[in-house]
């Protein structure tokens, strides 16, 4: 899509530039009478004002006409609702409700107006579109924006099912305009090419939005959807946000900040994290052209060079960001969001408290949430004062006293906020691992393995801290608790440095011991995942299959959404790559163990591309690939109480990883002995990392 940009950098721009640029956008005298073509400049001057910062200059520009011209209106209550969704402030989303209705009645007015034979008529034809004026198409296309913005502001305004039932209908209405338009674009004849192209690009930008946004959706509230009409097609929706901003129109801006937060934002925080970062770069680079001091593209800057690694250049973007306009504090809560997970994913436990305080002190998101983080983030700071653990114990007390309810409903990280912090208060905060179990939990793992110098340090500190709750196990009343959540994430870090077959022993060690885990119910079925995606990655994709559809059949456990949301997008990926997928159910309701029978070939592909290290350095019978020697795959089993399990590559005295011995004491039943009977203490390679470090 680069190609069809063209753009400078914006080093390239001086400030007399920058000035003059932004002039050309925006000085457009304001009109005493306002037709179709003079709403539409008049809203992609005031667009353009919003984009380069001058919020309030956009809303005084749109409002002298909101009662009067459609476009006016739309745009005048969309900054109203984009407000309104950045804060949850009650006073905002009313006054966003309030705009959003007059922007309905001012389309409504402007829409083809028929009677019962003409609305009867619609049920077995299209209607003759040429008989409409433009002024009517376009209000037709300014209704379905509006009613979907409608919908979002009763969902976040209470959680009562008519309120439910109120929203889903004004979704269905504000689809079906678009189905509408869709027809006018395809059947109508145009005799205005501009008038087009703003229609056009409009109904790009919704139909691409609705099909990236319901395709994302876990399968439950999928087929809800599609049996009430809706349905989604995730390359269908990019490929038409793609085409709406490369046409030179009003929303192709829009367009253009969907495609880049999809890209850079929604997969990593709901998906693979398998986003086209190169992509990104090459929408967002005229966007920084046309809106040099554009906040929501600055942003975004900083979030491109975040989830490729480089978190100082990442930290510098937000900065920059963040001192680009000061109207707007919500910009600014977005930035500390990044910047305190930049400085998590480097282990400045420190900064990274600071911006959760700030968030704290100034964001009326989550409280809650925030003050759990910033004292996660200070619990893993290492020769702690008195001081400084008072204040850790006193800030997971109050973490429960701020719990809140956002759009009628407890947040699920409140929850998780809430349940870990009594457990901190009952157990003690040593030997946690607070902060990283965050930095999890929010799927940053995904960004720290772009850069091998942010993993090892963690890997470092985990196994630290897996040896110190060896010595204090009889002392530690949530000592499984804390084993399974560290060999959870030894196995992120061992996936991260390309050590696949010890990643795939630490998920199964939790997977093992799930019965014995008492508060942090989430492990297991985490894990579970966690190895279905490990055989994903290396194309074992019946045990992927298997270990994804198990993940499924967990119920009631703390970030359950969360991790249903990842597996839609996980099984949406295995069935692009497996052979045949169309003919192959991904969403078995109860995985078959026979289901996950390896290939007894060296040669069919499966865990045999695996890399595998073994600790003496022999590599007899075993096929030597790129990455290193590998071994055949594995059988599946079951374990005597009907668990599946995919015995390890490389299990045997050659596999350093380290487990702890049975927890129960019983060390003839557990599996946990097991291993520690068969694998060495430490790992020779994990040895080499902390010389390294």
Same mark, same amino acid.
Request: net charge negative.
């Given at each position: 899509?680069?190609?069809?940009?063209?753009?400078?950098?914006?080093?390239?721009?001086?400030?007399?530039?920058?000035?003059?640029?932004?002039?050309?956008?925006?000085?457009?005298?304001?009109?005493?009478?306002?037709?179709? +073509?003079?709403?539409?400049?008049?809203?992609?001057?005031?667009?353009?004002?919003?984009?380069?910062?001058?919020?309030?200059?956009?809303?005084?520009?749109?409002?002298?006409?909101?009662?009067?011209?459609?476009?006016?209106?739309?745009?005048?209550?969309?900054?109203?609702?984009?407000?309104?969704?950045?804060?949850?402030?009650?006073?905002?989303?009313?006054?966003?409700? +309030?705009?959003?209705?007059?922007?309905?009645?001012?389309?409504?007015?402007?829409?083809?107006?028929?009677?019962?034979?003409?609305?009867?008529?619609?049920?077995?034809?299209?209607?003759?579109?040429?008989?409409?004026?433009?002024?009517?198409?376009? !209000?037709?296309?300014?209704?379905?924006?509006?009613?979907?913005?409608?919908?979002?502001?009763?969902?976040?305004?209470?959680?009562?099912?008519?309120?439910?039932?109120?929203?889903?209908?004004?979704?269905?209405?504000?689809?079906?305009?678009?189905?509408?338009?869709?027809?006018?674009?395809?059947?109508?004849?145009?005799?205005?090419?501009?008038?087009?192209?703003?229609?056009?690009?409009?109904?790009?930008?919704?139909?691409?939005?609705?099909?990236?946004?319901?395709?994302?959706?876990?399968?439950?509230?999928?087929?809800?959807?599609?049996?009430?009409?809706?349905?989604?097609?995730?390359?269908?929706?990019?490929?038409?946000?793609?085409?709406?901003?490369?046409?030179?129109?009003?929303?192709?801006?829009?367009?253009?900040?969907?495609?880049?937060?999809?890209?850079?934002?929604?997969?990593?925080?709901?998906?693979?994290?398998?986003?086209?970062?190169?992509?990104?770069?090459?929408?967002?680079?005229?966007?920084?052209?046309?809106?040099?001091?554009?906040?929501?593209?600055?942003?975004?800057?900083?979030?491109?060079?975040?989830?490729?690694?480089?978190?100082?250049?990442?930290?510098?973007?937000?900065?920059?960001?963040?001192?680009?306009?000061?109207?707007?504090?919500?910009?600014?809560?977005?930035?500390?969001?990044?910047?305190?997970?930049?400085?998590?994913?480097?282990?400045?436990?420190?900064?990274?408290?600071?911006?959760?305080?700030?968030?704290? +002190?100034?964001?009326?998101?989550?409280?809650?949430?925030?003050?759990?983080?910033?004292?996660?983030?200070?619990?893993?700071?290492?020769?702690?004062?008195?001081?400084?653990?008072?204040?850790?114990?006193?800030?997971?007390?109050?973490?429960?006293?701020?719990?809140?309810?956002?759009?009628?409903?407890?947040?699920?990280?409140?929850?998780?906020?809430?349940?870990?912090?009594?457990?901190?208060?009952?157990?003690?905060?040593?030997?946690?691992?607070?902060?990283?179990?965050?930095?999890?939990?929010?799927?940053?793992?995904?960004?720290?393995?772009?850069?091998?110098?942010?993993?090892?340090?963690?890997?470092?500190?985990?196994?630290?801290?897996?040896?110190?709750?060896?010595?204090?196990?009889?002392?530690?009343?949530?000592?499984?608790?804390?084993?399974?959540?560290?060999?959870?994430?030894?196995?992120?870090?061992?996936?991260?440095?390309?050590?696949?077959? +010890?990643?795939?022993?630490?998920?199964?060690?939790?997977?093992?011991?799930?019965?014995?885990?008492?508060?942090?119910?989430?492990?297991?079925?985490?894990?579970?995942?966690?190895?279905?995606?490990?055989?994903?990655?290396?194309?074992?994709?019946?045990?992927?299959?298997?270990?994804?559809?198990?993940?499924?059949?967990?119920?009631?456990?703390?970030?359950?959404?969360?991790?249903?949301?990842?597996?839609?997008?996980?099984?949406?990926?295995?069935?692009?790559?497996?052979?045949?997928?169309?003919?192959?159910?991904?969403?078995?309701?109860?995985?078959?163990?026979?289901?996950?029978?390896?290939? !007894?070939?060296?040669?069919?592909?499966?865990?045999?591309?695996?890399?595998?290290?073994?600790?003496?350095?022999?590599?007899?019978?075993?096929?030597?690939?790129?990455?290193?020697?590998?071994?055949?795959?594995?059988?599946?089993?079951?374990?005597?109480?009907?668990?599946?399990?995919?015995?390890?590559?490389?299990?045997?005295?050659?596999?350093?990883?380290?487990?702890?011995?049975?927890?129960?004491?019983?060390?003839?039943?557990? !599996?946990?002995?097991?291993?520690?009977?068969?694998?060495?203490?430490?790992?020779?390679?994990?040895?080499?990392?902390?010389?390294?470090?």
């Amino acid at each position: 899509m680069a190609s069809k940009h063209s753009a400078r950098s914006k080093a390239d721009l001086s400030d007399n530039d920058e000035e003059n640029f932004e002039d050309a956008f925006e000085n457009i005298p304001v009109r005493d009478k306002m037709d179709l +073509q003079s709403a539409i400049e008049e809203t992609t001057c005031a667009l353009n004002l919003f984009l380069n910062n001058h919020f309030s200059e956009a809303k005084a520009r749109m409002e002298p006409w909101a009662h009067a011209s459609m476009y006016h209106a739309l745009g005048f209550s969309t900054v109203c609702y984009l407000q309104a969704v950045m804060t949850f402030d009650p006073q905002d989303i009313q006054t966003a409700i +309030q705009w959003v209705k007059n922007s309905i009645d001012v389309a409504n007015k402007f829409r083809k107006r028929g009677g019962m034979v003409d609305s009867m008529s619609k049920m077995v034809r299209r209607p003759n579109y040429d008989n409409y004026t433009d002024d009517e198409v376009h !209000s037709e296309l300014c209704y379905a924006e509006s009613l979907l913005e409608r919908a979002i502001l009763t969902f976040i305004q209470d959680d009562n099912l008519i309120s439910f039932l109120k929203g889903g209908m004004k979704i269905r209405s504000g689809y079906q305009s678009y189905k509408s338009c869709v027809h006018m674009l395809e059947d109508r004849k145009w005799k205005d090419k501009t008038s087009k192209m703003h229609f056009e690009s409009g109904v790009r930008f919704g139909i691409g939005c609705f099909n990236l946004m319901i395709s994302m959706l876990p399968r439950k509230v999928l087929k809800l959807l599609e049996f009430v009409g809706f349905s989604g097609n995730r390359q269908f929706g990019l490929a038409e946000l793609e085409t709406g901003s490369q046409l030179p129109s009003l929303r192709s801006p829009l367009c253009s900040s969907v495609l880049i937060g999809y890209h850079s934002v929604a997969t990593y925080v709901l998906g693979m994290a398998d986003g086209d970062i190169q992509y990104a770069k090459d929408v967002l680079q005229p966007c920084l052209y046309n809106y040099p001091k554009g906040v929501i593209f600055l942003f975004y800057a900083g979030r491109i060079e975040e989830i490729t690694g480089n978190m100082d250049e990442a930290i510098v973007k937000f900065e920059e960001c963040i001192a680009s306009q000061h109207e707007w504090k919500q910009f600014h809560h977005l930035c500390y969001w990044e910047l305190m997970w930049c400085h998590a994913f480097k282990m400045e436990w420190a900064k990274a408290s600071n911006y959760a305080d700030k968030l704290c +002190q100034e964001s009326k998101w989550s409280k809650a949430t925030y003050y759990y983080q910033q004292a996660s983030f200070l619990a893993m700071q290492q020769n702690q004062s008195q001081q400084l653990r008072d204040k850790i114990v006193l800030m997971f007390h109050q973490v429960p006293e701020l719990k809140q309810r956002i759009a009628g409903k407890s947040i699920p990280v409140e929850k998780f906020a809430v349940a870990k912090s009594k457990k901190h208060l009952l157990n003690g905060i040593d030997e946690t691992l607070a902060g990283l179990e965050l930095v999890y939990v929010w799927n940053g793992f995904s960004i720290l393995g772009k850069k091998k110098e942010l993993v090892e340090p963690v890997l470092l500190r985990v196994e630290n801290t897996l040896r110190e709750l060896k010595k204090k196990k009889e002392a530690n009343p949530s000592y499984v608790d804390d084993y399974c959540l560290a060999m959870l994430l030894k196995g992120m870090c061992l996936k991260s440095l390309n050590r696949p077959s +010890q990643a795939e022993l630490c998920f199964q060690d939790v997977i093992d011991n799930e019965t014995k885990i008492d508060c942090d119910n989430y492990l297991a079925p985490y894990a579970t995942m966690e190895l279905g995606l490990l055989y994903l990655k290396y194309k074992r994709y019946q045990e992927a299959k298997l270990f994804l559809n198990q993940a499924k059949t967990h119920k009631k456990y703390m970030l359950e959404n969360r991790l249903h949301f990842r597996l839609h997008a996980a099984i949406q990926t295995l069935k692009s790559k497996m052979t045949g997928a169309e003919d192959v159910d991904l969403y078995d309701d109860e995985p078959d163990a026979a289901a996950a029978q390896a290939p !007894s070939s060296p040669d069919d592909e499966g865990f045999s591309s695996l890399p595998v290290t073994h600790g003496n350095g022999n590599h007899s019978n075993v096929e030597t690939k790129e990455n290193g020697p590998v071994e055949p795959a594995p059988k599946a089993s079951q374990d005597p109480d009907g668990n599946n399990k995919v015995p390890s590559i490389g299990s045997n005295q050659d596999e350093h990883v380290e487990t702890e011995e049975a927890i129960n004491g019983d060390k003839s039943n557990t !599996s946990m002995d097991a291993k520690e009977k068969d694998l060495a203490e430490d790992n020779t390679e994990n040895n080499n990392v902390q010389t390294a470090t």
